[in-house]
């Protein structure tokens, strides 16, 4: 949305120094391009001021107009924060579930306890009971550990290939 400003100030008429000063109130060098690390903040992160940055310097290399060249980079970063939100909204199921997995054993053994067993005795008597709740907290840890590799594999997959 940022550059968006830029770009229908350039497209009205102004020139690059002030579009960039008046509609994201960032320094400019003589050049005309915008000071990367005010940019930051304003475009969502230093990676993406630093596209925006390197667009605006090669439209002035190349003589090509900078209104188009910036559109086309703003439309490149909006597709991208709209992947990373459907990447992030896919996501919450998965995490969801984690999370109501690792209460289960806890609702169980109240459960256990509630209905008059005592959960407690049992995984530690010594015998079978504390083999399978050995087994169970090493299961659930492991689950645990594979979940959170996935999603973070997940989250991660696509970036850094643009």
Not at 51 to 75: E, I, M, Q, T
Not at 108 to 132: E, H, I, M, Q, R
Not at 135 to 146: D, K, M, P, S
């Amino acid at each position: 949305m940022a550059v968006a400003q830029v770009v229908a100030l350039l497209r009205a008429g102004a020139p690059p120094a002030a579009a960039w000063s008046r509609a994201l109130g960032v320094r400019v060098d003589l050049a005309g391009l915008p000071d990367a690390d005010e940019l930051a903040p304003v475009v969502g992160g230093a990676q993406h001021a630093r596209s925006v940055v390197a667009a605006a310097r090669l439209a002035g290399d190349v003589g090509a107009p900078l209104g188009g060249v910036l559109d086309a980079v703003s439309g490149a970063l909006v597709a991208e924060a709209e992947a990373r939100a459907e990447r992030e909204a896919s996501l919450a199921g998965p995490r969801a579930t984690t999370q109501v997995l690792l209460w289960l054993p806890v609702l169980g053994a109240l459960l256990g306890w509630a209905l008059g067993a005592d959960p407690l005795a049992t995984a530690t008597d010594g015998g079978a009971g504390t083999a399978a709740v050995s087994l169970g907290v090493l299961l659930l840890v492991a689950g645990r550990l594979w979940t959170g590799r996935l999603v973070a594999a997940a989250r991660t997959a696509g970036e850094g290939t643009a």
